[in-house]
C-alpha cells in the first residue's frame, strides 16, 4: 500500500505571496491532519479534515486554511506569508475514528521556506 | 488540556548500550500515548502505540514503551543501539474529543556514538 505523499516536497516563496500544499492519504483513509513543525515551536496541530469537513481545529490564524476533496485528498492554504510560516508542514492520514484511539501516519513533509 | 512533555532534549548514548527516552503526559482522560521517530529531512515514522491492555508494548526496530499510570509516564527502551537509530524521538497523546489531534512532546535528539 502506498504511504501519504506530499508535494511539492520543497518550495520558497517571499512574504505576502500565498502557498497551496497537496497531500494524499493512504488508500482507504478517510481523515487528513496537517501538522506544522518549526525548530522553536515544535509539533503543532493546524487542523483535521474528515469527509470535506474539518473536524478539528488548533490555534492558528484565518491566514491558514484547508480542504479536502472527495476522493479525502487534502490540500492547505496560507495566504500572506509571513517569515515565520518558514517551517516543514506534516500531513498525516488516519482511517477517521474519533476518540484518539486512531493511528495517524505521516506524510514526507513539505518544507517551506519564506524569504 | 492535554500536554507532553519530554524532559531531555538530547541524549548521547554508545553503540550497543542501551537507550531510555522519558516521556511525561498531562491528560484527564485515558491516555492514547504514540512513539515517533524522524530522521533528518523526514516525516515520522510510528514505533509504537498504546491504547489499552499490557502496559509494556513492543514497537518496530527494537523498541519498547512501558506505561505507567501512576507517573504519568510513557517512557521508550532500547536494549542495544544501533548507529541508524540516530535521529529525533518524539511522544505524542491522543486527544479523545471529536476528531483526532495528536499533542506531541519537545523531542529528544539521539546522537549514537560509534
Known amino acids: 500500500k502506498a504511504g501519504v505523499t506530499q508535494t511539492p516536497r520543497y518550495l520558497i516563496k517571499t512574504r505576502g505571496q500565498q502557498v497551496t500544499l497537496s497531500c494524499s492519504p493512504i488508500?482507504?483513509?478517510?481523515?487528513v491532519s496537517w501538522y506544522q513543525q518549526t525548530p522553536g515551536q515544535g509539533l503543532q496541530f493546524l487542523f483535521e479534515?474528515?469527509?470535506?469537513?474539518?473536524?478539528n481545529k488548533g490555534n492558528f490564524p484565518g491566514r491558514f486554511s484547508g480542504r479536502q476533496f472527495s476522493n479525502s485528498r487534502s490540500e492547505m492554504n496560507v495566504s500572506t506569508l509571513e517569515l515565520g510560516d518558514s517551517a516543514l508542514y506534516l500531513c498525516?492520514?488516519?482511517?477517521?475514528?474519533?476518540?484518539?484511539?486512531?493511528?495517524?501516519?505521516f506524510g514526507p513533509g513539505t518544507r517551506l521556506l519564506v524569504l | 488540556a492535554q500536554s507532553v512533555t519530554q524532559p531531555d532534549i538530547h541524549i548521547t548514548v554508545s553503540e550497543g548500550a542501551s537507550l531510555e527516552l522519558r516521556c511525561n503526559y498531562s491528560y484527564g482522560a485515558t491516555p492514547y500515548l504514540f512513539w515517533y521517530v524522524q530522521s533528518p529531512g523526514q516525516g515520522l515514522q510510528l514505533l509504537l502505540k498504546?491504547?489499552?491492555?499490557?502496559?509494556l508494548v513492543q514497537g518496530i526496530k527494537g523498541f519498547e514503551a512501558e506505561f505507567k499510570r501512576s507517573q504519568s509516564s510513557f517512557n521508550l527502551r532500547k536494549p542495544s543501539v544501533h548507529w541508524s537509530d540516530a535521529a529525533e524521538y518524539f511522544c505524542a497523546v491522543g486527544a479523545t474529543a471529536a476528531g483526532n489531534k495528536l499533542t506531541f512532546g519537545g523531542g529528544t535528539r539521539v546522537l549514537v556514538k560509534p
Open positions: 488508500s482507504g483513509h478517510r481523515s
Open positions: 479534515y474528515f469527509s470535506e469537513t474539518q473536524r
Open positions: 498504546y491504547f489499552s491492555g499490557d502496559t
Open positions: 498525516a492520514s488516519s482511517r477517521g475514528r474519533t476518540g484518539g484511539r486512531e493511528t495517524q501516519y
